[in-house]
């Protein structure tokens, strides 16, 4: 879908070239699920032309009922759509427009200090004012498993879990033997008949291209009961997290009409790979990529570069407090499962925070991959830690390598110290070690305003809520190990 440098002229020629009948608002809240209202086109159209009262009066929202958001006594809220965000809803029968909306206070349009995308186009801001780069560039790795069934249950004495996967051989199809079956841990890059579900991604790689979303590879990862990767094209910041948050939707809803259950949990299966988002990352300045350097000595990385990776890896264990939000988060985070749990950086290597690609050689294409993170973080909290963490490491010219943060070209999962000479340091172990982390470390975060110690505080107590809600349910691994104490 092309996009017009008037944002409004492109909606009224969508209007006209679909026959809109439907506009759907969507927006995020702190944990970085959407929400979603519709109204009919008559709202805001009039024979064609779309009346600016959508975004001068905006749309009005009880607050109150969004999670993590205002209490009932202040609820009052507006939703101002962008309308820059527009996409064709694929997955509506009535024809529909999808709006990216911000919310704001009613009195005077101000951003809501808890909005998520407000902290994503602060993120922005900040950037340009530093003089470093003009925008920064963020291409994922978006990992899910697709499962036939998942049911679970938590009562007074009874608690049980069932995921079922024929394509794994879990649950009820254990030990059937009429179908194809991926060993364990050698899903990757199956083909079919083994790869049970190449065409329900293609019919979400479909969407996702109807949806102005290039994918660039989808497949079967490594994991075997329905683990999928889809990876998609590099774009700038807010305008990513915007493309995440649609793109799971979109996942979501194909395997919905497979009689399919798709899940962006970390780990939702014991002995496999989880679900990670790695993320590709790097800036442009006058249009030209500032992570290259012809004479870099390590790999064409510029000293910028090499200053932004010091940043990020001085920052690790803080940033995976929102990079990896969630208890389930650290049991993907182990040794042994691509997870990457090493403080460091290296060329080629899987099992560092910090991977620099070997491919594609092109100057324009010279980035850095974060590996920490996974699909069940806020996006636009995410891209926001990570860039601030970086551009704090180009202030202070942090050197990764006088840090002893690397380079690592060997496996970080096997590290001896006695032959590397060097000491290296791991990323926090729980998500309660991360908000702790994040409590002692959090001044970058709080630069240009993009986050604010009251954003911060508010994220600690958030979290902490929720480890106390998981953690005061036993849980049947604990009746295994401690049962006939």
Not at 57 to 77: C, L, N, P
Not at 92 to 102: A, E, M, Y
Not at 136 to 146: D, R
Not at 449 to 467: L, S
């Amino acid at each position: 879908m092309k996009t017009f440098l008037d944002p409004i002229k492109n909606i009224e020629k969508l209007i006209r070239k679909y026959h809109i009948k439907r506009f759907k608002f969507r927006a995020c809240d702190l944990s970085g699920r959407q929400i979603e209202f519709t109204v009919p086109t008559d709202r805001f159209v009039n024979k064609g032309i779309l009346s600016s009262r959508i975004i001068d009066e905006g749309i009005a929202v009880d607050a109150s009922s969004i999670r993590g958001f205002k209490t009932i006594e202040q609820s009052d809220m507006l939703l101002i759509p962008d309308l820059k965000s527009v996409v064709y809803d694929v997955d509506s029968k009535t024809p529909t427009l999808i709006f990216v909306c911000d919310f704001k206070e009613p009195e005077n349009h101000t951003t809501y200090w808890r909005d998520p995308r407000g902290v994503a186009l602060r993120a922005e801001e900040y950037l340009v004012k530093t003089g470093i780069a003009d925008v920064a560039l963020f291409g994922p790795e978006l990992e899910f498993f697709l499962f036939n069934s998942v049911s679970w249950k938590i009562r007074e004495g009874y608690h049980f879990l069932n995921i079922v996967s024929k394509e794994g051989g879990i649950g009820e199809y254990d030990d059937i033997g009429d179908t194809y079956k991926i060993r364990k841990q050698e899903g990757y890059f199956s083909l079919p008949p083994y790869d049970s579900f190449t065409n329900v991604r293609e019919e979400m790689c479909t969407k996702l291209h109807d949806s102005s979303i290039t994918v660039e590879r989808d497949t079967h990862e490594r994991a075997t009961a329905g683990s999928a990767e889809i990876d998609i094209k590099y774009d700038t910041l807010t305008t990513m997290a915007d493309k995440i948050l649609l793109l799971k939707n979109i996942v979501k809803s194909t395997a919905k009409k497979y009689d399919l259950m798709a899940t962006f949990m970390p780990k939702p299966l014991f002995g496999h790979n989880g679900n990670g988002m790695h993320i590709h990352h790097s800036l442009r300045k006058d249009d030209r990529p500032i992570f290259y350097d012809s004479k870099g000595k390590y790999y064409h990385l510029s000293k910028l570069a090499l200053y932004y990776i010091g940043g990020m890896l001085t920052h690790a264990k803080a940033l995976t407090a929102i990079t990896s939000p969630t208890i389930n988060s650290y049991k993907r985070l182990l040794p042994g499962f691509e997870a990457p749990t090493t403080i460091a950086f290296g060329y080629k290597n899987r099992s560092t925070c910090i991977r620099i690609p070997a491919y594609p050689l092109d100057p324009g294409s010279k980035r850095i991959e974060l590996r920490m993170p996974d699909p069940s973080t806020n996006p636009y909290l995410c891209f926001s830690a990570m860039l601030m963490a970086g551009i704090d490491g180009i202030m202070k010219k942090i050197d990764p390598i006088k840090m002893g943060f690397g380079p690592l070209e060997t496996n970080g999962y096997e590290l001896d110290e006695s032959k590397t000479k060097r000491r290296f340091t791991f990323i926090s172990s729980s998500l309660e070690e991360a908000l702790y982390e994040l409590e002692k470390d959090n001044v970058f975060l709080l630069e240009g305003g993009v986050f604010t110690k009251e954003y911060i505080k508010m994220w600690v107590e958030f979290k902490r809520k929720e480890i106390q809600e998981v953690f005061k349910h036993p849980t049947p691994v604990e009746f295994e190990h401690y049962f006939d104490v």
